[in-house]
């Protein structure tokens, strides 16, 4: 039997992700603390920076599931750790954003839930946005409106 509150479909940050960030966090720290050389302004910088990659890294250990799809709606984040849940009565567009700057190309996964847009990032799923955005129309039941 499928429980029906359950999400069909959830999205993480990928793992190497937060590990990635906190290592980060350490080297900074501890350049900070090599090349200060009696320095507090610089020294306060690196620890500052070292602090700020930090917390992000410790969002991705405490939220790691950033975006779910049910039958009822979709769930995303919202804020530092908060959650959003979007019925999709609220869920007016789903798109896949691309732009292309300088020869870099980058996309962003767009909710538009009529007051509020929530912009989702390849490394916030660790998935294809393309594929992301195809998986939230099916489970919508992609017979309304077209995107």
């Known amino acids: 039997m499928v429980d029906e509150s359950s999400p069909v479909r959830q999205w993480r940050v990928p793992t190497v992700l937060p590990a990635a960030k906190l ?22 910088l690196a620890v500052a920076a070292g602090l700020a990659l930090a917390g992000w890294g410790v969002r991705d250990l405490a939220v790691p599931v950033r975006l779910a799809v049910d039958p009822e709606g979709i769930t995303v984040v919202e804020g530092f750790a908060g959650r959003r849940r979007l019925p999709w009565a609220a869920v007016e567009a789903i798109t896949v954003d691309r732009r292309t700057r300088r020869g870099l190309t980058a996309e962003a996964l767009e909710i538009d839930a009529g007051e509020s847009l929530h912009v989702v990032g390849r490394y916030d799923v660790d998935a294809p946005l393309t ?17």
């Open 131 to 147: 594929e992301v955005a195809a998986t939230l129309r099916a489970a919508r039941g992609e017979g309304r409106a077209p995107y």
């Open 23 to 44: 290592t980060g966090a350490v080297v900074i720290a501890a350049i900070g603390l090599l090349f200060a050389d009696g320095d507090p302004v610089q020294l306060v």
